[in-house]
């Protein structure tokens, strides 16, 4: 069973930046995916789809909530997906995850995704 390894959470203020990572252990993540997501999830709250970025063409999706301050990214040499992110709040805090599927459904849909990684947490002090 193939693995996402994410990365890259810490703890910053408010108005500060974090980029966060999400490669696979075993196979090339663009083979095994047509689309990669990051979804959060916050103490008390359901897991929420954040954004995504499908492969091959590259087209991204995100919540309302992070447009204009996250960004998702590729790098197909280094089979990776980031997510930059920025000017940071304390509504931000929570457990991110990266997800990929290679199957149809709505982007958000996180029970359409096959794969997770284990989470990296974001904490966002005011």
């Known amino acids: 069973q193939e693995q996402l390894v994410d990365s890259g959470g810490g703890s910053v203020q408010a108005g500060g930046s974090l980029t966060l990572s999400c490669v696979t252990i075993f196979s090339n993540l663009f083979s095994i995916s047509n689309s990669v997501a990051w979804f959060r999830q916050a103490p008390g709250k359901e897991r929420e789809a954040v954004a995504n970025?499908?492969?091959?063409?590259?087209?991204?999706n995100y919540a309302d909530s992070v447009r204009g301050r996250f960004t998702i990214t590729r790098d197909n040499a280094k089979n990776t997906v980031y997510l930059q992110m920025n000017n940071l709040t304390p509504e931000d805090t929570a457990m991110y995850y990266c997800?990929?599927?290679?199957?149809?459904?709505?982007?958000?849909?996180?029970?359409?995704?096959?794969?997770w990684g284990q989470g990296t947490q974001v904490t966002v002090s005011s």
């Open positions: 970025i499908y492969n091959p063409s590259g087209l991204t």
């Open positions: 997800a990929a599927k290679k199957v149809g459904g709505w982007w958000s849909d996180r029970s359409t995704y096959t794969y």
